[in-house]
């Protein structure tokens, strides 16, 4: 019972990366290639990254942003761009990884539990670095801005919700 139990974890986990590296090498097969006409990247299905500048375009633009909280906004992308460049490589060499470690002779599930942690906690960072990237663009916004921002919100959540 309790090696069908390791098993099936093992499994679940060698599947989930298995589809993670399917993800990345797709990803990383296109390239430099744009979105067509239609806005759709080529290889996430109409899903933009945070930080290719879609999110000012989307999501800022119906707030109206005056010429200097452009600039500010600007600036805190340029200044976070480098760090979510380093964890989206970091995030890129743990699917190698992980890669690497499904495919050798002999498989460690210690290694691949490591790795797969580690993986984790580069996703956590990612989600902190864009939670603190969205809060610093929020304090730029005035009070009529941020309340826009909240009914955009949660016009999102219902789309989300209506979906699941």
Excluded at 43 to 61: P, V
Excluded at 112 to 136: F, G, K, M, P, Y
Aim: proline content about 2%.
């Amino acid at each position: 019972m309790i090696r069908t139990r390791k098993l099936l974890v093992s499994s679940a986990i060698l599947a989930s990366s298995l589809l993670a590296m399917n993800i990345a090498a797709s990803h990383a097969e296109s390239g430099d290639q744009k979105c067509d006409k239609y806005k759709k990247h080529v290889s996430f299905d109409g899903r933009h990254g945070f930080s290719e500048g879609r999110f000012l375009e989307h999501k800022l633009r119906p707030l109206n942003l005056s010429t200097e909280q452009q600039a500010q906004v600007k600036q805190i992308f340029e200044k976070q761009k480098p760090v979510f460049a380093e964890k989206r490589q970091a995030i890129h060499d743990a699917y190698k990884a992980l890669a690497a470690a499904s495919s050798s002779e002999r498989y460690d599930e210690k290694n691949v539990q490591q790795l797969a942690s580690q993986q984790a906690n580069i996703q956590a960072d990612l989600i902190v670095l864009r939670t603190s990237t969205l809060h610093e663009v929020y304090k730029v916004l005035t009070p009529e801005q941020q309340k826009k921002w909240a009914e955009y919100e949660s016009k999102v959540k219902a789309r989300h919700a209506e979906k699941a």
